[in-house]
């Protein structure tokens, strides 16, 4: 802090006076500081998405694949059903295994009901996984839902 001394004007005391240099450098450094590090503190996050191609698909190559994929249905009231095939919770294991051996492929997609437990859903992926689903796929569109055997 600077000080003024009195010159005269009848007080003759000294008179406190505040010197901003010191605040002004400090300010300035730190404007540079942020200037510089601001632009180096942008993250970026690369992601390499596959090209696609727009291929003309033959309906009649679709109908004629004689293996539907295998998709395993888990409702809110627990039913567990393969392919339109109701299961219990402990044969969908030895059932996938059986499913899994008659096909070249291991892809198993799942459409699990949004009102079904958390829990009860990763045992069934857990049993799915079990039966020797090597890779498992949500679906992303819903099913429509069956009606149930009678």
């Known amino acids: 802090m600077a000080m003024t001394m009195g010159t005269g004007n009848g007080r003759g005391g000294v008179a406190p006076t505040m010197n901003v240099t010191p605040l002004v450098d ?3 450094v730190l404007l540079i500081l942020f200037m510089v590090l601001t632009p180096m503190m942008n993250k970026k996050f690369w992601i390499h998405t596959p090209k696609q191609e727009k291929k003309e698909v033959d309906q009649e190559q679709v109908n004629a694949n004689p293996t539907p994929p295998l998709v395993l249905r888990a409702m809110a009231d627990k039913t567990i059903m393969v392919n339109s095939t109701t299961l219990a919770f ?20 799942v459409d699990i009901d949004d009102e079904l437990p958390y829990a009860f859903a990763v045992d069934v992926l857990d049993q799915a996984r079990a039966g020797g689903a090597v890779t498992i796929a949500a679906l992303t569109k819903p099913l429509s839902t069956p009606e149930p055997p009678r």
């Not at 030895?94 to 997609?109: I, N, P």
Request: proline share 4%; charged share 35%.
């Open 26 to 28: 400090v300010v300035l």
């Open 90 to 109: 402990e044969e969908l294991p030895g059932r996938l295994r059986r499913m899994f051996a008659a096909r070249d492929d291991h892809v198993l997609f």
